[in-house]
T-cell receptor
Framework: KNEVEQSPQNLTAQEGEFITINCSYSVGISALHWLQQHPGGGIVSLFMLSSGKKKHGRLIATINIQEKHSSLHITASHPRDSAVYICAASNTGNQFYFGTGTSLTVIP | NAGVTQTPKFQVLKTGQSMTLQCAQDMNHEYMSWYRQDPGMGLRLIHYSVGAGITDQGEVPNGYNVSRSTTEDFPLRLLSAAPSQTSVYFC???????????FGPGTRLTVT
């Protein structure tokens, strides 16, 4: 049983489309993280949130604590957004639970 | 700041060989972790450290050793490499547990 589940596993979109990636978790958390892994392999942190919503440029992350669910939205998607997006949940015990990632391809 | 650095980027080992993957950070972070990433699986925690001189096991520690003699460095040692250890290894650091993690570029290890 995975503590963090993501959907979809793979996603193909046309440039300009609005994209949503979903994350559900089953553990108690102190924070929910969204990470981006580019084809070259490097991983960068996009968001860390424990409530509500955060926005950075065209990216928006939301979390619903009661439903144990988070979403990552990308507005006006662009081919450079093509990457694997990883959801992770952290707790106060230094444990990180990672989803298996959503592979996004944005076609020009 | 260089952030988190890892060496080497690529490595091929024969079964039974030993080696050390290096990880260093210049952000004065107390928390450092080693993960492995395998196809179809999420990142899995191997070992972590909450400060110099303190290390603990993660989810998949067997076959790996770590030490933390300084705040900056957190090497991962493979004692006797096995094909099951073929993977991509990431080192990460953070200011505090559960906070934003900064990842190194990764080391792709193949054990034949």
């Amino acid at each position: 049983k995975n503590e963090v589940e993501q959907s979809p596993q793979n996603l193909t979109a046309q440039e300009g489309e609005f994209i949503t990636i979903n994350c559900s978790y089953s553990v108690g958390i102190s924070a929910l993280h969204w990470l981006q892994q580019h084809p070259g392999g490097g991983i960068v942190s996009l968001f860390m949130l424990s409530s509500g919503k955060k926005k950075h440029g065209r990216l928006i992350a939301t979390i619903n604590i009661q439903e144990k669910h988070s979403s990552l939205h990308i507005t006006a998607s662009h081919p450079r957004d093509s990457a694997v997006y990883i959801c992770a949940a952290s707790n106060t015990g230094n444990q990180f639970y990672f989803g298996t990632g959503t592979s996004l391809t944005v076609i020009p | 700041n260089a952030g988190v650095t890892q060496t080497p980027k690529f490595q091929v080992l024969k079964t039974g060989q030993s080696m050390t993957l290096q990880c260093a950070q210049d952000m004065n972070h107390e928390y450092m972790s080693w993960y492995r990433q395998d196809p179809g699986m999420g990142l899995r925690l191997i070992h972590y450290s909450v400060g110099a001189g303190i290390t603990d096991q993660g989810e998949v520690p067997n076959g790996y050793n770590v030490s933390r003699s300084t705040t900056e460095d957190f090497p991962l040692r493979l004692l006797s490499a096995a094909p099951s250890q073929t993977s991509v290894y990431f080192c990460a650091s953070s200011y505090d547990h559960g906070t934003e993690q900064y990842f190194g570029p990764g080391t792709r290890l193949t054990v034949t």
